[in-house]
């Protein structure tokens, strides 16, 4: 799985798309197949609604309200197959209402979504998404699905979210692998402040495997916290903010390889897990009913890195790779992690 920051299309990118060949592949024409290929999945931030209710330009930039046209959903499957909502973008277009368009037009595509806007709304907080797996016997290897929980919290600036919000994250753990995509904190700043760290280690202690997050639209540091990785921000994937400098191009995105040896758990996960892959399904009901305990989760860590002067991302030189582990701190996080969940 590969995790990335910030996904929007809307403003400036949709401005130098428009008035480019590629128009709807553009924001996606830096990406090479061979990153695609390395990855079964794909996840990031979704900035914005994705609505056919047009926010123009002006006031886009004026008042920080987007959206972004369903029509680059169709490039935007060909890399992603899940999305996380929780953000303060998710209700720029007419509130719920274009939120409940976002979700449709993501269905109709078949990229999966989880998280909202309200972080009162724990009945949306989580939601188990079917990932795509590999299945191996003996020299027989097929292509599967297996269910993992994935989490959204919108907390910005820095609401703080009560045990009862975050009690979602332990009934999901019991039974499969739980990652946590926070968006919380101040913008641009290089460094998680207090309030976040202590609030996404409250996460960790709350059963999340791994916590990736979002928000500041740079790269932050990220942690080992009692051998789990909790990376602060993941920076700018694909977003308008060129003008504001460097940092706000720079993305590291966070690759989890994970494998389960259990053949009774590995059998009921490839039973349960394409079931997995509609909203609100019953997966964690089902899942509760069949894993008494949850297997054993190896787990390895890798990285890549993205760069995107010019309004779409594509995979960064060494040079600026460095930079990029440098600002993350990744080295040293991740230096002495459990490798096993």
Same mark, same amino acid.
């Given at each position: 799985?590969?995790?990335?920051? *910030? ?15 590629? @128009? ?13 290929? @390395? ?118 600036? /820095? ?99 994970? *494998?389960?040896? /259990? ?6 996960? *490839? *039973? ?44 960064? /030189? ?24």
């Amino acid at each position: 799985m590969l995790f990335v920051g *910030e996904v929007f299309w809307g403003r400036g990118i949709e401005y130098f798309a428009n008035r480019s060949p590629l @128009k709807y592949a553009f924001p996606f024409s830096g990406l090479t197949t061979d990153v695609r290929n @390395k990855y079964d999945n794909w996840i990031g931030d979704l900035e914005c609604p994705v609505t056919t209710t047009d926010i123009p330009y002006q006031t886009q930039v004026d008042h920080l309200q987007f959206n972004c046209r369903p029509e680059y959903l169709s490039e935007a499957k060909k890399w992603f197959n899940a999305f996380t909502l929780a953000n303060n973008h998710s209700f720029d277009n007419r509130g719920a209402t274009g939120e409940a368009e976002t979700r449709a037009n993501l269905e109709n595509v078949g990229i999966q979504y989880f998280g909202t806007y309200d972080i009162t709304d724990t009945s949306n907080s989580c939601e188990v998404i079917a990932m795509n797996a590999k299945s191996t016997a003996g020299t027989i290897t097929k292509n599967i699905k297996i269910p993992v929980a994935m989490c959204g919290y919108m907390l910005v600036v /820095d609401t703080v979210p009560t045990d009862a919000e975050l009690s979602s994250i332990k009934k999901y753990s019991e039974v499969m692998p739980v990652i946590v995509m926070p968006h919380m904190g101040v913008e641009y700043r290089p460094i998680a402040e207090d309030v976040k760290v202590e609030t996404y280690h409250r996460m960790i202690d709350a059963g999340a495997d791994v916590v990736l997050a979002t928000h500041p639209h740079v790269i932050q540091n990220s942690e080992n916290y009692k051998g789990r990785l909790i990376q602060y921000s993941a920076g700018n994937f694909m977003f308008d903010q060129q003008s504001i400098g460097r940092d706000n191009t720079l993305s590291l995105g966070i690759a989890l390889s994970i *494998e389960i040896n /259990d053949q009774a758990a590995i059998k009921t996960y *490839e *039973e349960i897990g394409p079931t997995c892959a509609v909203f609100k399904d019953t997966c964690l009901t089902k899942l509760q009913t069949k894993i008494p305990t949850r297997p054993k989760i190896s787990v390895s860590y890798g990285h890549e890195c993205f760069y995107e002067p010019n309004y779409f991302p594509k995979p960064a /030189d060494t040079a600026t790779c460095n930079e990029i582990l440098q600002q993350s701190t990744w080295q040293s996080a991740t230096k002495n992690l459990s490798n096993s969940w």
